[in-house]
């Protein structure tokens, strides 16, 4: 009998694999890391390099000229790499991260995590500020003293508590020398008791050239490490990300009201699995700066042409090259003035969009005439300029970006800076202000004083505010009005007591992006993102750095590809993406358009069987070949998931079971198959 089910499935399993071989496991996370700079190279061995480079690792075959990257997705067990070193009698490498945290790794890629010295709660810097390596023992020299570490044994042998910034360590004739950041230098016999610091002393005499390091396998390397190419972008910088078109849009930012980070400027698109590095030497170009871009968009009709713009001006890409630059020489567009003259390194266009008709609107922050432009789609100019947009007499407001253009037409944007935050909605078809708000006041008349950081619409034309003290919205049937308080969403408490809390109360956020189930995926500075539900009743998932993948708390930027479901995360040490389990619904569901991944379902597979193609809210029943309801629920979106297992919690045996959907309202019914092999 289990023969004839093995054949059964497949029989129709040649229908179902052009759609699993690409699609991605649900709840599953991937790492596009950048190893593009070099920055260590260690030989280990006879034949492998690894290579510490953008603060990630990869491993380089001499001989067979493979190459192997490293990631916290797959292998790793954090991210930000600061000091590799080679054991060659341990035969292991030991990798530290920036938060102090330590791998050690073996020339086939096993990997042993000793976070010993991360967890350990302590006053002192836990910082490692060097690795020194003797016999199979590494010495790293720390904000407080030394570490020694048996890497044969993977253990932490011994902590030399010195409290002093070590920043150099050697060893000759018995004796441990250490250098702290003043160049003070102490020393202790290693045949006594060195944990008691009393068996250290000051010394200034030591063997010449005892703390120099060796740079010989860098010599001998870097030449040929750069002709290599590594899968990944150029860089790890993603302050603002589009996915349009079925590619990622991303640039890197670096200016804020607050922080400068000269962030180069970057254009960086991921399609189908492959990196496109757009020109970036245009100061060789044009003569002038380019750096912390802000917002890129694509036009509508030609994904390959593409605006970039940023605190130097507006740039525009066609077909993979630089095309062109808009700037006060050519446009309305003008420069920063400061103490009555022009700047030309500053020429803030931070926000911008482009409309379904190909036309392009973009904000000039700290302008004196044209804070408000119009681009069209055949090359004309058109101011909108507003005095509603001037900080004062002189100057429109400073930082004017995260334009978004909604299902309305109106144009949103804010003014993310201290001095006078504020939120705009722009009608531009009778060239009005639909809505200004500069006093941030919920609904119950609670005021907060802050900025608005980023703004994002949901499937019912619902506005979301993220600003740096909470969450907000501007209700659909509120956005025309005259109000000007912001609901702050309140979750029952469901104590009992008829209580409810603020959904994400004071906490920064960065970003919001709205799935395929109409559900809102929060992005904050230090605390990872949030996962709310369609009704934002719900805090369905938090993914942190303690029980996630995810690569850092501090996440900058979130795109969503609503046809896979693919979450794209910018943090501020590279990009990540996640396997949602939502996707777009699509209005009708139809038999060639329904299929479930992977399919069939082998043995060992522990993972989500992911059904799309469906309606929103549509009722999904996993029915077996006599009818018998295995398990029922409702999609995300265009997407339900199924664990494999019936309704007491039991993996189903083998066999052929039938999936039925039907929307909502319970009409139109439509049926895939899914076959188990255990």
Known sequence: MKLMLVVAALQFSVFSFQFSVCSAQTNTWHAYMSYYEPQQIVKAGDNDLFVRASNGLYQYNLTDHSITTYDKMRQLNDSYIEKIAWNQKAKRLIVVYNNSNIDLIDLNGNVTNMSSLYTKSMTQDKTVNNIYINDVYAYLATGFGVMKINMERMEVSESYILNQNIVNIGISDGTIYVQNNFAEVSKGAMNTNLIDFHNWTTTTSWPDGIFNIDN????????????????????????????????????????????????????????????????????????????????????????????????????????????????????????????????????????????????????????????????????????HHKNELMYNESISMEILERMLIDSRGYIWFLNNHWRKPTIFCYDPVNDRFVKIISSFINQDGKSYSGAPVTISEDLEGNIWLGMNFGLYMIESDRVSDESTYMTQVKVPRNDGTNLADYLLADITIRDIVVDGGNRKWIATQGSGIYLISSDNMTELAHYTTENSPILSDNVMALAINNETGELFIGTDIGLCSYITDATTAVETMDKSNVYAYPNPVVSGYNGLITIVGLSRDADVKILSTSGQLVAQGRSNGGTFTWNGRDRQGRRVASGVYMVAAATSEGKKGTVCKIAVIN
């Open 216 to 383: 010989s396998d860098w010599n001998n390397y870097i030449e040929e490490v750069r002709t290599l190419k590594t899968d990944g972008p150029k860089y790890n910088n993603f302050d603002f990300m589009r996915f349009k078109h079925g590619r990622l849009y991303t640039v890197g930012g670096g200016f804020t009201s607050t922080i400068f980070i000269d962030n180069p400027g970057t254009v960086q698109i991921l399609k189908d699995g492959e990196w496109q590095i757009l020109p970036d030497n245009l100061k060789q170009i044009t003569g002038r700066e380019f750096s912390q871009m802000k917002s890129v968009d694509a036009m509508p009709d030609d994904p390959d042409h593409i605006f970039v713009s940023g605190r130097t001006g507006l740039y525009e890409y066609r077909n993979g090259e630089f095309y062109k630059e808009h700037t006060w020489e050519n446009s309305p567009l003008e420069r920063l003035i400061a103490n009555g003259k022009p700047i030309d390194d500053y020429l803030l266009t931070l926000g911008m969009a482009i409309a379904d008709n190909g036309d392009l609107w973009c904000l000039n922050s700290m302008a004196t005439q044209h804070s408000l432009l119009q681009y069209t789609k055949d090359g004309q100019w058109i101011s």
